[in-house]
């Protein structure tokens, strides 16, 4: 594997891939992000100014750093052209396993034969991406966490096909970012963080729909007997009932009943309440959003 000084960002405007071109940045490598349209891309940038303010601030981050960091960082629409000249390529786009394995193809096609391709999928089976290309051994998986600059775990997820020497490229890339990481050892449904937190969160409304406690008992619980920032039913709320029922129907064809979406859940969902986003979801938020 040859160094890594240059690293792209498929989807560079969105969420993920912001939080996490900023911390490739801030670690000294230079950062092409690369995304549909130019404005996703100078929302993306706005975004990374921002935030590199906010740890600026908080004295986190010297002034010149920061700067240093922006000033590495470039963008693109061109997706071959920038693949073409990269080192390394995270991709971070909409969760659709059919344009993802469409943007691999396209970045196998131009991009060095060594340069290893990562996706930051939450639930896609690696080897599915992988086998869009011509380097099943040179794909991984490296699940980011949100936001990407706080989040200090990077899920590493080994396809069928990935090599033991791609997997330690990831792991001593990671370590430059300054992350922690753990390997998922089996491409699976879920990888290991998402199953974990699946099966909690179920468990959780169980216990609410069978009247044992409140929402709010619950996740008073986990935070104060297990020290987790928030709780399971918050942690729901937050990233989208919706979402969360759709992700338990993939689970569920794997696993079985144990992720079934609960009734109250499907009832709440059904109703329109969606969480945090639409003001309501196992807890009331109203004016809080
Ligand atoms: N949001 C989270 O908390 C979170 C956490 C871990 C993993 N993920 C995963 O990260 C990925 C991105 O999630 P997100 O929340 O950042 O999404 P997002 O919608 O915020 O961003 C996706 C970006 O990808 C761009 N895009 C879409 N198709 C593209 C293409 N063909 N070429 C280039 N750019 C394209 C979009 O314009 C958008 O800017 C998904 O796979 C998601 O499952 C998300």
């Known amino acids: 594997m040859s160094d890594i000084n240059k690293v792209m960002v498929v989807g560079g405007g969105g ?41 600026v601030r908080a004295g986190k981050l010297g002034d010149a750093d920061a700067k240093e960091a922006r000033d590495r960082i470039t963008t693109s629409t061109d997706l071959e052209s920038t693949a073409r000249e990269t080192d390394h390529a995270i991709e971070t ?53 949100n936001p990407p600059p706080v989040m200090n775990l990077i899920e590493v997820i080994r396809g069928v096909e990935t090599s033991d020497e791609t997997v330690a490229a990831t792991l001593a890339l990671a370590e430059r970012y300054g992350k922690e990481t753990i390997v998922c050892q089996k491409d699976t449904q879920g990888f ?28 008073r619980a986990c935070k104060l007997a297990f020290n987790h920032a928030m709780g399971p039913l918050e942690t729901a709320d937050l990233g989208g009932l919706d979402t969360f029922v759709k992700a338990a129907a993939a689970m569920t064809e794997h696993y079985g009943d144990r992720f079934r979406a609960t009734q109250g859940l499907r009832a709440l969902v059904n109703a329109g309440h969606y969480g945090y986003k639409t003001g309501r979801g196992f807890s009331d938020y109203g004016d809080a959003r």
């Open 93 to 145: 786009i909409v969760e659709d396993v059919d344009i993802k394995r469409e943007v691999f193809r396209r970045m196998d096609s131009v991009a060095r034969p060594e340069v290893i391709l990562a996706s930051n999928t939450s639930q896609f089976a690696i080897s599915r991406i992988a086998s869009a290309t011509g380097r099943a051994d040179r794909v991984i998986g490296t699940h980011w966490f």
């Open 15 to 55: 969420q993920m891939g912001n939080g996490i071109a900023q911390v490739a940045a801030t670690a000294g490598l230079e950062v092409t992000l690369v995304d549909l349209a130019q404005d996703d891309l100078d929302r993306g940038v706005r975004r990374i100014e921002k935030s590199l303010e906010r740890m």
């Open 192 to 219: 290991l963080t998402s199953r974990l937190i699946m099966s909690f969160i179920v468990e959780a409304m169980r216990i609410v729909e069978e009247g044992i406690a409140s929402p709010d008992d619950v996740n």
